[in-house]
């Protein structure tokens, strides 16, 4: 009988490891709670090397190239200065990764999903209620189900780790910052450009992409102890945004003022997940769900892109039977999820600066690596920062060959 897999998310993990399973003969559903796949864009996301190399291995590079924001400028104005630093991104990420691409997080998403849409059973608009030892699902609104395994794909506050694994409060870390995004007009007529404000204790940028209509404004801001708001409380939360940038500057005022007409709005705090294992019994999580490493400051994007990776890999190379796979996938990623952890909370203190030398220092330190050519600053990131040593350190194993059949049951093993 064939093995099948349920993955709860239909983003960026999800999907991926959905084309690889479907590649060595596993059956998959992912279910989804949003109606429809988003289109509205998201935010930017990064693909490192690791991660451009695994999408260039699905066939679909050429067209995340195509979707790519094309962000290769970014100017920063410090808080009191009038003179702005003029920056190269591209020789910033070049540095950082010896691949990189920058794309909209739901153009990523679709690109993945239309990856394997015909081998992938994906159910839209319904979440997982229950998951029992033996493999019975329960659903929001289908009959149950049973399936092999179950692999929470489902972000940062994922629905499956909290029905296996128990209350978020107690495995995540909050690291003093928040993090607000909102779309708005791109009136600024910003095209592959990156426009910043940065003082202590708070950044907040605006950036358009090539073929997006609107742009989006990123708010960064440090607070010592968690603020209180309840998450479904959006005005509240667009208060403490306000609050915490006050008097920044005349741009970030106008892009606030679009919090009121906003058709997206994000608010989170940034935390980190730890967990000691991501996987019980039959389940086991991917992405987010198991160690985002923080958004928008740890490279989850990749780290998400690569876990789904491994762990398909690792069920191929076990046959199915999770009981070797988990825990050889655990031990592939730890370093890595280790290392985002750091690289997260570095970039954290570069980006969110505490003070005003480092605010000086984040201006000037941008414009001296994009001002030296790109020889000399690849190799002084490479010495200088932990992402430019994590993500060139990553390698993506080949993937075992391909079953040629469908995968059976871990009792079935001895017959293939
Ligand atoms: C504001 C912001 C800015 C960011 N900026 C960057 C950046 O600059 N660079 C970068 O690399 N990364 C960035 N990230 C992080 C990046 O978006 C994530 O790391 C990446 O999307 C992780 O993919 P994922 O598939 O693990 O989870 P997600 O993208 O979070 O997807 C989870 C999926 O699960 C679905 N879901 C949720 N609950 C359920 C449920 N009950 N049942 C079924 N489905 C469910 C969701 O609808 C979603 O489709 C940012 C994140 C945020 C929030």
Redesign the pocket.
Known sequence: MTMRILI???????PVLAYWLTRHGFSVTV????PTL?KTG?????LFRPAVDITEKMGVLPRVMERATGTSRMTIYREGSRRPVRVDLSKIFSGASERHVEIM?DDL?EIYYDAARDDVEYVFGD??TAISPDGEVRFENAAPRRFDLVVG???????VRHLVFGDESRLSAFIGAY?G?LTLPNTSGLDGEVLIHVGVGRTAGMYGARHLGEARA?FLFRSERELDYHHRDVPRQKELLRGAFEGAHADVDRWLDELDRTPAF?F?SITQLHMDTWSRGRVTL????GY?PG??VG??????VVGAYVLARELARAGGDHERAFPAYERAMAEHVRGSRAVALSAANTLIPTSRLGVWGLAQGARLLSALPAGPSRALMRLTTKSARLYNSMTVDDYPPASGGRVGLAGDLGSR
Do not use: F, K, M, W
């Not at 991917?286 to 769900?289: L, Q, S």
């Open positions: 709860s998310g239909a983003s960026v993990a999800g279910v989804e709670r949003a988003r998201g935010h930017a996301v990064d997080r998403s979440s997982i794909a489902d972000g940062l506050h994922s629905n993090l995004v990123l994000y989170d991917v992405g987010d769900a985002c958004p928008a490279g989850s994007t990749s780290l998400a």
